[in-house]
Structure formats: structure tokens, C-alpha cells
């Protein structure tokens, strides 16, 4: 037989081993990378907790989710919908007013960062604190099913569904009103003063950030005993005029804090804030003070194949290989996405889609994600994907990001946030300045292979590089540089399979002015730190953004709390965590059973909903 056969072999065997090409022009593209983009939201608050918040010096911790929707912090309790059983209260007969909201600014201060709270616009917020829901089997014995769990006063809590094929149970006012007092602006208003009296304002380092309420478009499914038929955005009671209302209501008790909004999920719903975005403008013009400082959305990506989003366990081949380019959905013109969304609607190009609609609406408004979670997160599949996640961030310029589900410290998706905030365990961090980075050329045609994320730190001009291989094979590729001096040798800091519970220092690399050839192991995460050969001071710095928490605003430094070096991380113990609405004794149980059963089910089955017809 001829030799080609075998030589055409080994050339495909070459090709398999070879990365696209990296860029990195360190002079190009320039633009900071806000720090409150490595939020998180909120955990019950444990020592284990505290200390993992410090040791990646979470710069944003939020208490939000359908269950913040109706919490009254005079009882420290709320009602969690149909997500749970419309439980309400929180089994504490005697509750310590807003206990649970200082909860979340005493973790968010742990590290130096600032606490997002959800402003409630319903009609109703919850009235109790001792356990109670709003269809109690004794006023309602016809109804799918009760809650297993927890029976308040003997009683049984039901779903609120009837056997009769899955209708409804309306409530009259009378029945809602024995658990919910009426809602209103002055309550928000009361609630914020007490938090400045306590706190000081936001510019004094008291609460930065408030969210209107928490994906309205849901309203009339998870909390329709109250709100039967959900809200419209636009008319008379509409969550825009909701939002207008309860944002002055912010404003008046705190002038400097940050508001946040609409807080929606879902593809068919985000059109709908162009016009929101048109009425907080008018509004501004109206009354002189700008209202909306956010436009904050929910994203969880979606599949045809299984779940993407709110899980532990990465799933099968196929949708771990999905869950990697699914990233995509964030940026890419080209990337069409891998369920019914592709299905009927263009890309959706997420973080250009709305920043496009800013400057369209309401030039000068913020843009933040306060919930996303791309699962697997206790997986080296998951840990990419959000390295991944964290990396897009930066390059395309949000200004805040809270992940929904917070990891346990050993979780693999913890180590993607240790990469970039604290990877030596001494507080060093990724750069604070985005440089130009591509892979495979202009258009990142690489990205799935091997992606890259380059910035520069102010603190000592040194160039970090975080180079994701997302294949089952080792990658050879050259990483060109320019635009840049740098010493001798980079400094090369992996995670990947070969060792799931720590950050490795591996050998120093030697790298040119032009560049360097790597090879980086399959499934692996790798930071490049490489020192400036022209900077003065030390080539290894310790926090930069990271000891100082921004104001939300790209680039900003105003400190939030108490400041300090974080832990070494080493010794941090798994946790186990909760992202109900804060953690304090006033949720207990009913926090736990939050996160672990009801999140992920409704809003899941929304994701793949395709639209009617």
C-alpha cells in the first residue's frame, strides 16, 4: 500500500491536537471591567459562608427571588407562591424585624461588597411570621396536593389547584388579607428609612442597590392567589407605572441609592423593555431625578435535550458540549440557539440586544443580569461554563451580574470565580481592564475550542490571560501578543480534572514580546499572569478591584464596608447553600426548601416553553 494513507493520518492526527490561534493586543479595545460583576445572590449566613464570600470578595450580594416578592421585614417573613405550597411566615413565633435582610448586609460586608434588597410592588405582602399558607386544608379540603413537610397549626397546605382537572382556587380580599396586609409606596418608603437609619445612605456605605420587586411577568403563576391575572407592562396598575411609583418611593428615603428593574425572565417578555425604558425616560424628564440607574433582566439559557440551568449534575455528553456553546447566546450574531428559541426567533445575542435598546431608549442606563446560572456546578463541565460566563461579562461591558444558586466553596463552579477573583488563595485577581482578546481571529470562530479573556490590573500593569480549553482533547496553539513588554516568564495558575479541589500553580512559562505556545490540557482552565517588564513595584500583587467594591458603575471604587485581605480559601468548608431571600433565623426551613425544590421547576418549564401557537 501507498504511504499517504498513513502520512495523511498523522496530519489529521496533528490538527485534532491543534488550538485555533490566540490573540491578545494589549493596547487595543481598552475599556474597565466592573468589579460587580462577580456578584452572587444571597446564602443562609453561616461561618462557612462569610468566609467563602471573603475569600472571592463577592462584590454584590443580593436577596432576591419570587420569594422576596412579598417579604415584609416588619415580621422578617414572606410567602413563597405557588413555587412552595403558598407558604407564608417563617415558623418564628416571635421575629426580630428585618432580620433577615441584616443578614444579607452583614454577608455582603464580609467581603467588602455592597447588598442588592427587592423593593415588593404586589397589592399584598405577607402579615405573619409563624407558619401559615393561603389554602389551608381546612378552608379549602379540595385540592391536588399539601405540602408533606410542614403543617402550620395542625393543618395542611395545599397548592391552591383543584382536582377538578387543575383549576384555580380564587381567593376573596377577606381570605387573602387574613395572611397579607395591603402593599403600598409608603411602606417601600418606611422600609428604606429604617435601612439608612441603620445603615446610612448608600453613599455613606449603607445599602447600594434595590431591585423593583422580581420578574413581574410571572406574577399571575407564582403568586396568583393574590394576583390572579398577573399585571400587563403598560396601563394603570401596570408594572411600569409600578416601577415609576416605587422608584420614587426609593428616591425619597434615599437619594443615592441604585435602582434595578424590571427584573424579568424570559425571550418573549424581554421586548417589553423598550417601552419600559421609554417611561422611566419620560419619567426622569418629568420630575428631574433619574428613577431606573438598571436595566436589570434574568437569563438561564435553554435546551431541547434536558436542563441547562439550576442543576449540580452536568448531564449527558451531548448537553455538556451544548451547556459550553451555549455561552454564546450572551454575544454571537452567528449563534443560534439550541431550543425553540432558535426555533422561532433570531439570535438572541443577549448583552448586545440590550445594550442596543439602551442607547435606543434611555441613553446612560446601566445594565445588569442579577440572575443566570449555567448548572452542572459541581462539574468541571459547569466550572467552564461559568468561567466562560464570567469572561463575556467583562469583554462586553455589563455592570453587574448576581449568579442565582451560589456554590458550595468545593463546588467546581466555585473555582471558576477563584480564578478570577482570588487565584492564589492571597487575594490576587484577573485585571480590571479589558484588552483585546480573540480566538481563531476577529469573530472568536474559536471560541468553542478554546476561548480567551485578557485584561490588565491597575495595580501593576500586569497582563492576565484566562485561556479555557472547552474540548476532550489537549490543545497546542500559539498566543500572539503585542501592545505589551513583558518580563521574562508568565506565571501559569490551572484548574481542570486533574485536580478538582484547588487552583495548581504549575512551572512558569517563558513568554516574548510576540507571544508564546502553549499546550492547554483538556477541560481545563488556565490563567497566564504576566508581569510588565516596564512597570515599577511588585510583579505580584495582591487585591486591586477586589478590596475596593465599585458603585456600579464600570471602573468604580467606593468601598461598601469593611475592607481587609480575604482568607486563604484552602481550608473553607463546603457549604450548604441557600439563595432563598437572605438567611437569617426568619428563614430557615422554608429558605432551604426555597432553593432546592422550587426554583429550578417552574422556571425551567418556562425557559422551554415554546410561544402559543
Known amino acids: 500500500m501507498s504511504a499517504t494513507p498513513f502520512l495523511l493520518t498523522l496530519a489529521l492526527l496533528s490538527q485534532v491536537d491543534a488550538g485555533p490561534p490566540l490573540a491578545v493586543d494589549v493596547l487595543s479595545g481598552r475599556h474597565p471591567i466592573s468589579p460587580d460583576i462577580y456578584g452572587m445572590n444571597s446564602y443562609s449566613v453561616t461561618a462557612a459562608d462569610a468566609a467563602f464570600h471573603a475569600e472571592v470578595r463577592v462584590p454584590v450580594t443580593r436577596m432576591g427571588g419570587d420569594a422576596a416578592t412579598r417579604y415584609n421585614w416588619k415580621v422578617d417573613a414572606s410567602n413563597a407562591g405557588f413555587d412552595w405550597y403558598f407558604m407564608a411566615g417563617s415558623g418564628v413565633a416571635t421575629p426580630v424585624p428585618n432580620a433577615t435582610a441584616d443578614g444579607v448586609i452583614a454577608l455582603a460586608r464580609t ?57 384555580p382556587i380564587p381567593l ?37 442597590f434595590y431591585n423593583l420587586d422580581n420578574e413581574p411577568s410571572g406574577w399571575g403563576n407564582t403568586h ?9 407592562y403598560a396601563g394603570d396598575g401596570g408594572i411600569t407605572e409600578l416601577g415609576i411609583q416605587f422608584a420614587t418611593a426609593v428616591k425619597a428615603a434615599d437619594p443615592t441609592a441604585l435602582i434595578l428593574g424590571p427584573l424579568d425572565f424570559g425571550y418573549p417578555v424581554y421586548s417589553d423593555a423598550a417601552g419600559y425604558l421609554d417611561a422611566m425616560k419620560q419619567a426622569e424628564a418629568a420630575t428631574g431625578r433619574r428613577l431606573l440607574d438598571y436595566l436589570d433582566e434574568h437569563y438561564y439559557p435553554s435546551s431541547n435535550i434536558g436542563a441547562l440551568a439550576n442543576t449540580t449534575d452536568p448531564g449527558s455528553a451531548e448537553l455538556q458540549a451544548q ?52 448548572g452542572g456546578t459541581q462539574s468541571i463541565n459547569g466550572a467552564l461554563a461559568e468561567a466562560d460566563v464570567l469572561g463575556i461579562f467583562g469583554r462586553e461591558g455589563l455592570d453587574l451580574a448576581t449568579l442565582w444558586g451560589p456554590p458550595a466553596s468545593t463546588d467546581a463552579v466555585a473555582y471558576a470565580f477563584r480564578i478570577y477573583r482570588n487565584y492564589d488563595g492571597q487575594g490576587s485577581s484577573y485585571g480590571d481592564t479589558w484588552v483585546s482578546s480573540t480566538s481563531g481571529g476577529a469573530n472568536n470562530a474559536g471560541q468553542d475550542a478554546l476561548a480567551v479573556y485578557g485584561a490588565q490590573r491597575t495595580s501593576d500593569s500586569a497582563l492576565t490571560v484566562v485561556v479555557l480549553n472547552k474540548t476532550l482533547g489537549d490543545l497546542t496553539t500559539a498566543l500572539s501578543l503585542s501592545g505589551f513588554t513583558p518580563a521574562a516568564s508568565a506565571q501559569v495558575w490551572r484548574y481542570g480534572p486533574a485536580n478538582l479541589s484547588q487552583v495548581v500553580r504549575e512551572s512558569d512559562v517563558p513568554i516574548s514580546s510576540s507571544g508564546l505556545t502553549a499546550t492547554f490540557p483538556a477541560s481545563s482552565i488556565t490563567l497566564l499572569v504576566v508581569a510588565s ?23 468604580g471604587t467606593d468601598a461598601g464596608g469593611p475592607q481587609g485581605l ?48
Open 111 to 167: 467581603s467588602g461588597g455592597r447588598a442588592l434588597l427587592t423593593i415588593p410592588m404586589v397589592p399584598y405582602i405577607d402579615s405573619v411570621s409563624a407558619w401559615d399558607c393561603s389554602y389551608p386544608r381546612s378552608l379549602f379540603p379540595d385540592q391536588q396536593s399539601f405540602n408533606p413537610y410542614v403543617h402550620p397549626n395542625g393543618d395542611d397546605c395545599g397548592n391552591g389547584v383543584r382536582t377538578d382537572g387543575g383549576s
Open 172 to 208: 376573596s380580599e377577606a381570605e387573602i388579607l387574613r395572611i397579607h396586609i395591603p402593599n403600598s409606596t409608603a411602606l417601600a418608603t418606611e422600609w428604606v428609612a429604617y435601612l439608612v437609619a441603620h445603615y446610612g445612605s448608600a453613599a455613606d456605605g449603607g445599602v447600594r
Open 224 to 232: 396568583r392567589d393574590i394576583l390572579p391575572n398577573g399585571r400587563a
Open 323 to 374: 451547556r459550553l456553546r451555549s455561552t454564546r447566546s450572551l454575544w454571537d450574531p452567528t449563534y443560534k440557539d439550541e431550543s425553540w428559541i432558535g426555533q422561532y426567533n433570531p439570535p438572541i445575542q443577549l448583552i448586545p440586544y440590550f445594550k442596543q435598546l439602551i442607547s435606543a431608549h434611555y441613553p446612560g442606563t446601566r445594565l445588569a443580569i442579577s440572575e443566570y446560572n449555567w
Open 533 to 555: 517588564a516596564t512597570a515599577t513595584g511588585p510583579s505580584d500583587a495582591g487585591p486591586m478591584d477586589g478590596g475596593m467594591v465599585g458603585t456600579g458603575a464600570p471602573g
Open 566 to 613: 480575604p482568607g486563604t480559601g484552602s481550608g473553607v468548608q463546603g457549604l450548604g447553600c441557600t439563595s432563598a431571600p437572605g438567611s437569617g433565623a426568619g428563614w430557615g426551613v422554608l429558605g432551604l426548601l426555597l432553593l432546592a425544590v422550587s426554583r429550578p421547576r417552574w422556571k425551567a418549564a418556562r425557559a422551554r416553553c415554546p410561544p402559543p401557537g
